[in-house]
């Protein structure tokens, strides 16, 4: 049996409560919510905090939330099921449902949570293994090592954004709410990430996240697209996020689309919302976002499946999800 | 229970008037099943158990300079530390390659080759102690592949062999193949790679020793051969093996993946010994990686020759095994990759060169079809290539030239019932294959293959003259029937199997019956869980001792009621005279009659196998007491923008002889062609050879096993072309429907998108690759594009039947024929041939 | 709480147990080391397999991710609790019928999440049920039997009376 590193468990009652405890514990003590990246994480000694806050005590973390501008607010330890089959989410925010279902496998929807997957651990060949095989190859830079074995001579770890709902949230344009020891505050899910392996997150270190903010259903739509190897379990090797916001005609007034699963960070795609902008998502605009996506995006040796392979499915991949959402009436 | 209505009397293993045998009814075991009742190795616990974790090897290739357990040893809880000195004894699960030892000796092969065993008072202790133990390395170059095993500046894994790193070079001839290739009309010559994989049972393997102050040990353990455990800790151990009993728990998957004696069964059984309690280990996933035994890695080159009419001419066939490093079956999977490439169409002349390299990866062994999937995906592809090259229907040229039942092949191969032509037009018939292949919409394709495998070889591993099963069968007077067998139920079914026959037999209620398996002090010996042996070789003995049963109660009733022998029925749980059916009694007054007689009742039967017409060295490997025969077509859809590959649909027949359970044996063909989709899709066990020759993904999340999401329908059919040497007729269904379904999926692939994917997996990229070229105008083919220079040895020479051989060799009967260094053997060499 | 040992009080198959673990011991090793429930199996122990589910308030989760400690007023329900006085579930009815335990090992996992199923979905489809079984490795079915059983139990647990198909118990014709 693999076992657990020992620890010290809090279980504050409120959210407050939560980041002194956290504040006042030793240094490296974590948050756990749903515990499917972290506890894995532990047991293969990637991370061994003394401490763990955990929040399944929270209640005013849980739950799902109409807001008066429109949008939906949803508590970050709402389990990835509890989002999946919301109806104001599945009425509103199907893309959101689609990426929740597409998360690993139902079981571990029930028990991961929404928040869980916004601060996924970067993932990686050479990191996601036990402390043995990390030790056969001198261990990585992300955890004991010193080399970035995907890039050995790189000075920085090239672990990769593996969320499926990340992609779709930067894309939305989504925020999220920071709770920390000197108090709460707002950023935009595409500010919570670095593009850098290990500090991959923004985040002060016992900042909270405690709320998603969808924003208001008017007049956009977004959608995402998966690339794995099997239905199910696997981490996305390529994850399509897109967004477009329609004028009452249909004229596209606004794009965007990020990609997920080929950088430390969502990759938003600079080039792609120009073509698409100011027509109707025909297929030659479809296609030149494809291509600058297909040149924004560079996958390392990081994940399942040749580099060679994950970058050639960009492109199909940006045209299927535009597609999808010029489709997505 | 009701009295039978029409008992048939006598002649119980005849066909007619079955009443258990044929029925789909539950496992025996079923309901411990479902309930969570069935005790697997890990779920024991004794008094006193310590728990036992092993320190494994770091790097791939190193000589041990020294290990110090110094700080280990002292710490609080830790009962005892084992190094490779302390158990010096090699073992292995073949005489010829006993190359392993319980915990490294003086070198380490493989990341992951153990070097120290701890035994603690749990298993965090243990783990910390493991990691408290200092191994000084001395580095050696690691071996990453079959081209650096035939390099000869790399140092070499181990000082025997058949050349540098060259376990094993096997070349033999069955007539003349260049005078056959030369009179054909179309010859092709083809490289083909089949990746190797792993067993993946859910189980991960656990074993649990006691030794008790009288100087006995007992070993529980996941195993599928508990005989050859039991074997090997006597060896290892210096213990009389009638002083260690070995009990496999049922195993939680197998797949061929617990047929070796392990070195952490060997070590809980030392740790036991040296502390007097009893010691547990449960493996990691990650460890069961390195366990391995599963597919080996098979590049292969074919060339064969054609005639017009699809028939062959002949075959030269060429494998190169990535062994790993240690012997395992390597011998004999290195033989089964030629053995079995005549048993289903015509081959008259034939030559099989094969040669397995040692390389510093886990070991390579048996999984499910043992070294014949990936002959069988180079055949299969092979022959769909030339039916496309000589304008023949695939399934036809298949029908058209088919192996006879009851004759023998070049190689000597006896086959005996063959099934195979109703498997094709089975399957052909209800795909609705005439009509749609090369006509369904691009993208969409549909493909055929079939196959064959062994009911179990006809060899044992240690050569010698007993039966390869024993069955002893207790009746006592309370109607109560045990039945005693060596044999391990590893989910297949073998224990039901057992219940069934000797309820068929008794006319018993086979939920009744008790059955006791799988330990070495109650059980006759059983060689195990492999080769599709069980159902054929256990059925047989069950078989003869409930016949001889059968007769004891039968006699006793005749003298009793003064009525001849053949008018006594057993049926329903009633004993009857068919020609007065008021004259009965129930099972139970009827075995009181039966005890009264001839004192208690017991009875024993055995089986085994016929010898086989081959003579001459390698013989050993291929004969079978009978062949089963399958067909399979597969719908594919491929996306020709990604290259994936999805499965739409499987028919399947499998010419079972006779399924002796029905829902079991179809459980049996839908489990083998989802592993055999697995293969041909997504598994493969492989290593970065540039990074110190570590295991890509030891876990189950980057190991692709197919999900719900990735399976498919599939149709079967039974196909029942009883064979003489089966019980009831039966051949087997454990492991030959996997082998048409990576050849089926690659010729299906063709018919979709008009591309050659000669390896497998089958992955999106080598498909897009493919497509690539077939659109630049070059070969539109992805595979290997050749194969390694060898110098092979002297090939054996024998003439074939046709030729009127005698089943030996040219120039010498006990021509020895591998050529290469021989080096020192240990164990020594096996007479009449290399063992199964 | 403080690592080390602790004493919980939790609810398994109806029964209120107080046992004395290490805080740091998942729920997969306090049920089948504290409380010797080892119909709980595990393959991976990480996430990554589907064989250690059990059932928390009815929803199936991973029991080598879950901490005892966080579990206390739940209602956890293992294979152990499948059964009731009067005999099997009609799911474990199913599976024994068709072989849709092979070697048994995932079993109790499926069983579990076939339970949760059938108790949100009374007649699922095929597709709903592969979805639902997603998180589920198998080696030796191949899933088809079990999907069949999961179909056979849910048609029962309606009306009682149905019975496996033929083709499922004796293969096409």
Redesign the interface.
Known sequence: ???????????PASAAEAVGAKAAAPPGAMYVAG??DL??NM??RHQEPEALV?L?RVAELKGIEERADGGLSIGATTSL?EVRIHPSVRASYPALAEACRLI?????Q??GTLGGNLLLDTRCNYYDQNYDWRKSIEFCMKKDGAICWVAPSSPRCWAVQSADSVPLLVAMGAEVDLLGPGGERRVSVSALYRDDGILYLAKQRDELLTRVHLPAPNGWRAVYRKVRRR???DFPVLGVGAWARFAPDGTVEDARVVLGGVGSAPEAVAGAAEPLIGGRLDDDAIHAAAQASWKAGRPLDNTDFTISWRKEMIRPTVVRALGDLRDAR | MAKPDSPSPGGSATTQGLRVVGR?L??V????????????A??L?LPRMLHCKLLRATTPHAEIRSIDVRAAAEMPGVAAILVGSDLPIPYGILPVSQDEHTLCLDKVRFIGDPVAAVAAIDEETAERACRAIVVEYAELDPVASIEDALDADDPRIHLYGDGHNVHKAVAMEFGDVDAALAEADLVLEDTFFYEGNT??????HAALADWRPDGKLTLWSSTQTPHYVHRALARVLELPASRIRVIAT??????GGKSDPFNHEIAVAALSRRTGRPVKICL??EEVFYCHRGRHPVLMWVKTGFRRDGSMTGMHFRSFLDGGAYGSYGVASTYYTGALQTVTYPVPAYRFEGLRAFTNKPPCGPKRGHGTPQPRFALEVQIDKAAERLGLDPARMRLDHLVPPHSVTANYIRVGSMGLGACIEKVVA?SGWDARRGQLPPGRGIGLACGSYLSGAGLPIYWNAMPHSGVQLKLDRSGGVTVFCGSTD????SDSILAYIVAEVLGVDPFEIDVVTADTSLTPVDLGSYSSRVTLMTGNAALQAAERARELIVGALAEKWKIPAVRIALADGWALDVEDPERSLSFAEAVVVAEAKHGTIGTVGSYTPPPSPGRYKGAGVGPSPAYSYSAAVVEVTVDAETGETKVEEVWIAHDIGRAIN??????QV??S???GLGEALMEEMTYRGNRNVVHRHP???EYK?P???E?C??????VEDPDPNGPFGAKEVGQGPLLPIPPAVVNAIHDAVGVRIDEVPVTPQKVLSALKRKAKGEEAREGPKGTPAFAWPEPVRVPPPEAGGDGRAVDDPRHIGAGGVRGSVPGGSVPGGVPA | ????LVQLTLSVNGETRVVTA?????L??VL??EL????????????????C?VLVDG????S????P??LEGREIT???G??SAVG?HP???A?????A????????GF?L?GKSLLEERPAPTRAE?????????????????IYEAVELAAARMRDGHAEAPRE??????
């Open positions: 049996m693999m076992r657990l590193p020992a620890f010290a468990f809090h279980a515990g499917t506890y894995p047991k293969r955990s399944h099921t690993s496998t139902p079981i571990l029930n028990m239905g199910a379990f | 789909s539950p496992k075991d079923a309901v411990a099943k479902v309930t969570g009742r069935t005790r697997f890990d779920d616990f067993h993946l049972p859910m189980e991960q049922p195993n939680g998957g197998g797949f990691t996933r209800a590893i989910g297949q079914g029905p829902v079991v044996a179809i459980g839908e489990g062609v989802y592993m876990s189950l999340l096993s999900t719900t999401h399976m329908p599939v149709h079967t059919f039974l | 709480m403080q690592p080390g290490p805080l740091h011991h998942t997969l090793e089948r080391e010797g429930l080892t119909g709980t199996k595990h393959g991976c122990e990480l996430g990554e397999c589907g064989t589910t929803q199936p989760v991973l080598c991710l879950e901490i400690a966080a293992t294979i152990e499948m059964e099997l799911l474990q009815q599976f024994a019928e068709l072989g335990a092979q070697c048994g090992y995932c079993t109790p069983l999440v049920i592969v979805d639902a079984l997603g998180g589920n490795l198998c080696r030796c079915t191949g899933y088809l039997k499922a118990l004796y293969g096409e014709a």
